[in-house]
């Protein structure tokens, strides 16, 4: 989904098992990682009301190194040891589905 106002476009991404999204400048690529996440100027208020977590561009940009995968599914972290994310952007908004 694109949304828009006068600063500009943002497409918003949309976790599909997590209550989480994020937004880019751009609409991602099929098959390539997303690489400019963003703060967006608007009030996301809306997205909040609706039990949805909005995640900075710092937070995306954390290395997957420095974050606490323990609770993951053996199935996910053997993902996550074939395809090597570099941050957890990468970890959230892939296409390895």
Known sequence: MTISDDSGSYTVLCHAHLPVVAFTGTPPMPGLP??????????????????????????????????????LARAERVQIRHWRPQVLGDLLFNWWD
């Open 34 to 71: 997303v690489r400019d996440f963003m703060d967006v100027p608007l009030n996301t208020g809306g997205f909040e009301a609706e039990g949805l977590r909005v995640l900075s561009a710092d937070e995306l940009g954390t290395p997957v190194a420095r974050l606490d995968l323990g609770d």
